[in-house]
């Protein structure tokens, strides 16, 4: 193929596969957002975060189907303006015509196995960290007034009347009780202000009492102050508060295999690691297998002399299909019973080998003799 067009046609499926992932991901993404993030956490600066968390695998995911619905586009659009013709009659086979293409699926198959292995496990942590700061409450600007939250498992309840700015509130009552002095304090202000530095929150309350009562009732001291510093473990200014677990989503290429579980020993955990494995090492190849199977159903219900076929815009409604079984069955069905990482396996070489087969097959109903003419089509 001469090198000009091979770049004309690669560009044009490039830039079409980032038009079509661009608009699957940007539904997904946003959707999971307000779905996790209502307006206190985006307030509270945990949108970016969120959204590194996401895009990663949302991107690796929709890619493999952005590509495969772009080639179908495009190879649809040469056949119906009737450059599939005008291929055949430079004397191109079908092998060759598909070369543009197949490059650019590799390429994105390249791309979603760096993404799958190295970027998003390095983000997507991120999320479940958003996840656990919202579910505990580790944000302060997440917080209501005129509402009682408590932290360190019960130990501690806090409560303030209103908000007077970003990070400063009035009326603050705090009730804490601590083990180690088998005592309880009640703590109140007129007026407290978060303060973030690197490890957490430091609350500096102003014009307030102390009220400290040990477990047994006895010798209670109460002492005024005109300002007092309370740490509280929320998240902080060097990054989100660090969860107790770590999931299999987040080991990068090398660590991931390594920690392979054992089915005995944890089942739910094994099954887990065979669906991310499914998604990781799966998902990507079928960029290419997708284009290969998009070029072959085109190229045997599109006519190449041009006339426009209905068939082959329906063409392009199979990779979708297609692509969100095998994602199913990736994300949910191996979950259930690991076993069914085969049936995904399979999935993807029955859908490899069927393209290679269209696309054999119509390479073989082209035969182009050498005495052919440039500008007649042999068929």
Same mark, same amino acid.
């Given at each position: 193929?001469?090198?000009?067009?091979?770049?004309?046609?690669?560009?044009?499926?490039?830039?079409?596969?980032?038009?079509?992932?661009?608009?699957?991901?940007?539904?997904?993404?946003?959707?999971?957002?307000?779905?996790?993030?209502?307006?206190?956490?985006?307030?509270?600066?945990?949108?970016?975060?969120?959204?590194?968390?996401?895009?990663?695998?949302?991107?690796?995911?929709?890619?493999?189907?952005?590509? /495969?619905?772009?080639?179908?586009?495009? #190879? $649809?659009?040469?056949?119906?303006?009737? =450059?599939?013709? &005008?291929? !055949?009659?430079? +004397?191109?086979?079908?092998?060759?015509?598909?070369?543009?293409?197949?490059?650019?699926?590799?390429?994105?198959?390249?791309? /979603?196995?760096?993404?799958?292995?190295? #970027? $998003?496990?390095?983000?997507?942590?991120? =999320?479940?960290? &958003?996840? !656990?700061?919202? +579910?505990?409450?580790?944000?302060?600007?997440?917080?209501?007034?005129?509402?009682?939250?408590?932290?360190?498992?019960?130990?501690?309840?806090?409560?303030?009347?209103?908000?007077?700015?970003?990070?400063?509130?009035?009326?603050?009552?705090?009730?804490?009780?601590?083990?180690?002095?088998?005592?309880?304090?009640?703590?109140?202000?007129?007026?407290?202000?978060?303060?973030?530095?690197?490890?957490?929150?430091?609350?500096?309350?102003?014009?307030?009492?102390?009220?400290?009562?040990?477990?047994?009732?006895?010798?209670?001291?109460?002492?005024?102050?005109?300002?007092?510093?309370?740490?509280?473990?929320?998240?902080?200014?060097?990054?989100?508060?660090?969860?107790?677990?770590?999931?299999?989503?987040?080991?990068?290429?090398?660590?991931?295999?390594?920690?392979?579980?054992?089915?005995?020993?944890?089942?739910?955990?094994?099954?887990?690691?065979?669906?991310?494995?499914?998604?990781?090492?799966?998902?990507?190849?079928?960029?290419?297998?997708?284009?290969?199977?998009?070029?072959?159903?085109?190229?045997?219900?599109?006519?190449?002399?041009?006339?426009?076929?209905?068939?082959?815009?329906?063409?392009?409604?199979?990779?979708?299909?297609?692509?969100?079984?095998?994602?199913?069955?990736?994300?949910?069905?191996?979950?259930?019973?690991?076993?069914?990482?085969?049936?995904?396996?399979?999935?993807?070489?029955?859908?490899?080998?069927?393209?290679?087969?269209?696309?054999?097959?119509?390479?073989?109903?082209?035969?182009?003799?050498?005495?052919?003419?440039?500008?007649?089509?042999?068929?």
């Amino acid at each position: 193929m001469p090198r000009l067009l091979f770049f004309y046609l690669s560009k044009r499926i490039a830039l079409a596969t980032l038009l079509i992932a661009t608009g699957l991901c940007v539904p997904v993404v946003m959707t999971t957002l307000f779905q996790y993030l209502p307006a206190a956490p985006i307030r509270g600066g945990l949108l970016m975060p969120a959204l590194l968390g996401i895009l990663p695998t949302v991107l690796y995911i929709a890619l493999p189907m952005a590509v /495969g619905v772009a080639v179908a586009l495009e #190879f $649809a659009r040469m056949s119906a303006d009737g =450059m599939i013709a &005008v291929l !055949y009659s430079m +004397r191109l086979s079908a092998w060759a015509i598909s070369f543009p293409a197949a490059s650019v699926a590799l390429a994105a198959a390249g791309a /979603g196995y760096w993404i799958s292995s190295v #970027f $998003a496990p390095a983000y997507v942590g991120q =999320m479940h960290d &958003v996840i !656990y700061v919202i +579910r505990n409450s580790l944000n302060h600007r997440m917080l209501e007034p005129a509402q009682f939250y408590t932290f360190d498992n019960g130990a501690r309840t806090l409560y303030f009347r209103r908000w007077r700015s970003a990070d400063v509130v009035s009326g603050m009552f705090i009730h804490e009780f601590s083990a180690e002095k088998n005592e309880e304090q009640i703590i109140t202000a007129a007026e407290a202000e978060f303060r973030r530095n690197a490890n957490g929150v430091v609350l500096i309350m102003s014009d307030g009492s102390i009220e400290t009562i040990p477990a047994d009732g006895s010798s209670v001291r109460a002492a005024n102050f005109d300002e007092y510093a309370l740490p509280i473990g929320m998240q902080g200014s060097g990054g989100l508060p660090q969860r107790n677990w770590r999931g299999v989503f987040e080991l990068p290429f090398l660590e991931f295999f390594r920690e392979r579980p054992s089915s005995g020993e944890d089942p739910r955990r094994f099954a887990e690691w065979m669906s991310e494995a499914a998604k990781r090492c799966g998902m990507p190849l079928l960029a290419l297998v997708h284009a290969l199977l998009a070029i072959g159903l085109v190229l045997n219900v599109a006519s190449a002399r041009g006339a426009a076929s209905a068939a082959a815009t329906a063409t392009m409604l199979a990779i979708p299909l297609i692509h969100v079984a095998i994602l199913v069955c990736a994300e949910t069905l191996v979950r259930q019973d690991p076993r069914f990482v085969w049936f995904v396996g399979l999935a993807i070489v029955a859908e490899f080998a069927a393209a290679i087969i269209l696309i054999e097959r119509q390479n073989a109903n082209f035969p182009l003799s050498k005495n052919t003419a440039v500008g007649s089509v042999s068929i």
